[in-house]
RNA sequence: GUCCCUAUCGUCUAGAGGCCUAGGACACCGGGUUUUCAUCCCGGCAACCGGGGUUCGAAUCCCCGUGGGGAUGCCA
């Protein structure tokens, strides 16, 4: 049973609107990922708008690293995307409007001469009757007497003192500002602005004031139910207008924004919760421009473990990087959805229909989340391991390709069948694909050997033990190499020395896959085959001495503390 | 400075005034299985930011702090 596809009637519009900068980033992944959690759990459509109008970044490249990024995930849309570079004359025309019906104004600061005017968007003075606005109540606030106040349509400019008194500027739409009175230190009343309105708003007059010390005004402020994090609001009075067209008449991210929302005809809008801030302001733009105000949701946005916003240098940020390093994309697609959601049942390893069928904004947590990779990579392995062999096989190779490891792709050629092998012996402990990397050992070719594990295993005793194993094995026919003939040998040797049983264990695989743990041992010798197992036997290196960083870290160890 | 948002184990989270002796997952530590490792199973460690209210009763509601983040652009 699915929850209806509408909101008051209206069939679910949401949208994925990034701008295409080469890559994309886990945020904005995470965030067209609950767009479509939320369309596809509501019968709604989810669009893609490219909001390409930085033209320094946006290249057709980007655009298509970003298409192949959604399909990587499975982030599949619903109508033709739209290009915000191609609705230029669109936005434009919004803005004269805007200017024409009054509800903008050219020109904010002094302008160098010869450079055109920005147009502004003015927050509506007039908002009663408005839904999104609400009374809460006269205000009174102190101001710097030592600084000039001024007033006009544009708004308010004066300072108020902040720490030890001194002078903060302060600016601010006018609309804030209803039954405004200023007064001087002494309480004399210096101006009330009812009177003076007409003048302000017809006749563009300027008022200036000194020593004014305190100011009352009737308090409003903009609300709107957010439906993660419940009602937001915040007061006129620390609103400014917006610059909706630059100097050179370009329109900024705030009216192309709202425009193309008004014309994809979203109905909620989920993004980050670092637009709160914009959407006290678009609410006004969408009433200006007729339109209702779409829903929110702010989504809290992924940190890091100091818990700034996680960016490059915490490590993979990039849809292109996980995919490269091999991690799947339906379990970044899960682990993702987990950031700041749960279905409230426990439930983590989900597919996409489930997550979809379990989605609800209301549940989605207001307080940022931390990235955990080894979580993704817990889950990645799950992911991996309940694939059937084959798949894995399929996808390894896939990987390989795509990745271009020659390595990998050279054995997968030369030694087909073997490779087939390893995979199976190897697929329930891969994390991550790129551990294929690791696989060398099961191929004939020079092996990596792991220091530590040479040191510790390989001691002469050992290495004498280990001989003795090779002229052992040297004995069996080629046919006769198999996992219990080398089982039942090596368990001899351990006999006639009176070692206990399994000691050998250890120091063959190091020998052999030059590390110290792997799949069943006897069963990667007989795959290895005895040609290469005696090479490496025969071959075996000395053990290297202790690397400096080891010795001091044993050093430490050694110390005792307290 | 001002404004906005936010606060449960190290991390992701459950929690809608009494089901809370605060549950699960990851990580970590022990034990079992596996002659190793991984998987799997069992167990352990570990949290309601502080202070005030409201209430018979607060992790939960309110206020004030504090911490974190964001905004305060002719960036998006």
């Known amino acids: 049973m699915k929850i209806s596809g509408t909101i008051c009637g209206r069939p679910v519009r949401v949208r994925f609107a990034p701008s295409p900068t080469g890559q994309v980033h886990v945020g904005n992944i995470r965030t067209a990922i609950f767009n479509w959690l939320y369309a596809r759990g509501t019968e709604g459509k989810f669009l893609v708008r490219v909001e390409d109008t930085d033209r320094e970044r946006s290249t057709s490249e980007a655009v298509e690293k970003l298409f192949e990024c959604m399909s990587w995930l499975g982030l599949d849309y619903d109508e033709e995307p739209i290009f915000q570079s191609g609705r230029l004359s669109d936005h434009v025309f919004a803005a004269e409007r805007l200017l024409r019906e009054g509800k903008a104004y050219k020109g904010f600061h002094e302008q160098a001469q010869g450079v055109g005017e920005p147009t502004v968007f003015k927050i509506p003075w007039e908002t009663?009757?408005?839904?999104?606005?609400?009374t809460r109540g006269e205000v009174a606030i102190d101001v710097s007497p030592e600084e000039k106040l001024t007033i006009d349509f544009r708004g308010l400019t004066c300072s108020?003192?902040?720490?030890?008194?001194?002078?903060?500027?302060?600016?601010?739409?006018?609309?804030?500002?209803?039954?405004?009175?200023?007064?001087?230190?002494?309480g004399r009343m210096l101006f009330d602005m009812e009177s003076a309105l007409d003048g302000i708003f017809h006749e563009c007059k300027s008022h200036e004031f000194f020593k004014v010390s305190?100011?009352?005004?009737?308090?409003?402020?903009?609300?709107?139910?957010?439906?993660?994090?419940?009602?937001?609001?915040?007061?006129?009075?620390?609103?400014?207008?917006?610059?909706?067209?630059?100097?050179?008449?370009?329109?900024v991210f705030h009216l192309a924004n709202v425009c193309d929302d008004i014309a994809q005809q979203i109905t909620c809008v989920i993004r980050g919760d670092d637009h709160i801030e914009n959407t006290y302001r678009h609410i006004f733009l969408f009433q200006a421009l007729s339109s209702d105000a779409p829903s929110y949701a702010h989504l809290p946005?992924?940190?890091?473990?100091?818990?700034?916003?996680?960016?490059?240098?915490?490590?993979?940020?990039?849809?292109?990087?996980?995919?490269?390093?091999?991690?799947?994309p339906d379990a970044l697609f899960n682990f993702l959805a987990l950031l700041g959601w749960s279905p409230g049942d426990g439930r983590e390893k989900m597919t996409k229909p489930e997550m979809a069928a379990a989605f609800s904004l209301p549940r989605v947590l207001g307080?940022?989340?931390?990235?955990?990779?080894?979580?993704?990579?817990?889950?990645?392995?799950q992911y991996i391991a309940e694939m059937t062999t084959q798949h894995f096989i399929d996808t390894i190779a896939g990987f390989a390709k795509e990745t271009a490891r020659e390595r990998v792709l050279q054995w997968m050629l030369n030694h087909p069948a073997k490779f087939a092998k390893a995979a199976t012996l190897m697929q329930i402990r891969t994390r991550i694909l790129s551990d294929c990397d690791e696989w060398g050992f099961f191929f004939p070719g020079t092996i990596t050997?792991?220091?530590?594990?040479?040191?510790?295993?390989?001691?002469?005793?050992?290495?004498d033990a280990i001989e003795a194993l090779r002229v052992i094995f040297a004995e069996f026919a080629a046919d006769e190499f198999s996992a219990e003939r080398l089982e039942a040998a090596t368990r001899g040797l351990e006999g006639s020395r009176g070692l206990k049983e399994g000691l050998l264990n250890r120091p063959l695989r190091v020998a052999v896959t030059g590390r110290d743990s792997g799949p069943d041992l006897m069963l990667v010798l007989e795959m290895i085959g005895k040609h290469e197992v005696l090479d490496r036997l025969a071959a075996l290196p000395p053990a290297p001495p202790l690397e400096e960083e080891e010795i001091s870290a044993q050093k430490q160890w050694s110390t005792p503390s307290g």
């Open 128 to 134: 009663d009757g408005n839904p999104s606005v609400r």
């Open 160 to 186: 108020v003192p902040g720490k030890n008194e001194k002078p903060m500027p302060f600016s601010a739409s006018l609309a804030g500002f209803h039954g405004l009175r200023l007064f001087s230190a002494d």
């Open 214 to 251: 305190r100011m009352t005004f009737e308090r409003r402020e903009v609300f709107f139910d957010d439906m993660v994090k419940g009602t937001l609001s915040k007061p006129l009075d620390t609103m400014k207008d917006l610059v909706v067209l630059r100097s050179d008449g370009s329109p």
């Open 301 to 328: 946005m992924i940190v890091n473990d100091s818990g700034k916003p996680y960016s490059k240098r915490d490590g993979n940020v990039f849809a292109g990087e996980f995919r490269e390093q091999g991690f799947l």
């Open 367 to 381: 307080s940022p989340a931390k990235f955990d990779i080894a979580k993704l990579a817990k889950l990645n392995g």
């Open 449 to 463: 050997y792991d220091p530590k594990a040479l040191r510790k295993n390989l001691r002469e005793d050992s290495r």
